[in-house]
């Protein structure tokens, strides 16, 4: 199971660290994604990082704003958002699978995620 937590209201400018915990299965063997969706609108990617941190992707919206990491000690990935906009708001979710991948069927396992609520 994957628990996605971090999420809030934070005024445009600012910045987020959420968190993907992992429990009951073997974390450190999956590339890790994070997605996100607005209302009314598809889920998109935001990053991924492979299961041993030493790739990661991103879209250009989210290059140089946002960081994915993980700590596999601890079953955990972060992602840290940096000078969010309005625009990010969504609800944000991280997904296990076997590639570092941009698609959201290239994912097995997901969490049910957590909103971000950014405020102009």
């Known amino acids: 199971q994957l628990q996605a937590s971090g999420g809030g209201l934070v005024q445009a400018g600012g910045s987020l660290r959420l968190s993907c915990a992992a429990s009951?299965?073997?974390?450190?063997?999956?590339?890790v994604g994070w997605f996100r969706q607005a209302p009314g609108k598809e889920r998109e990617f935001v990053a991924a990082?492979?299961?041993?941190?030493?790739?990661?992707r991103y879209p250009d919206s989210a290059k140089g704003r946002f960081t994915v990491s993980r700590d596999n000690a601890k079953n955990t990935v972060y992602l840290q958002m940096n000078s969010l906009k309005p625009e990010d708001t969504a609800v944000y979710y991280c997904?296990?699978?076997?590639?570092?991948?941009?698609?959201?069927?290239?994912?097995?396992?997901w969490g049910q995620g957590t909103q971000v609520t950014v405020s102009s």
């Open positions: 997904a296990a699978g076997s590639l570092v991948v941009v698609y959201t069927t290239g994912y097995r396992y």
């Open positions: 009951g299965q073997a974390f450190s063997n999956y590339a």
């Open positions: 990082i492979s299961w041993s941190g030493g790739t990661t």
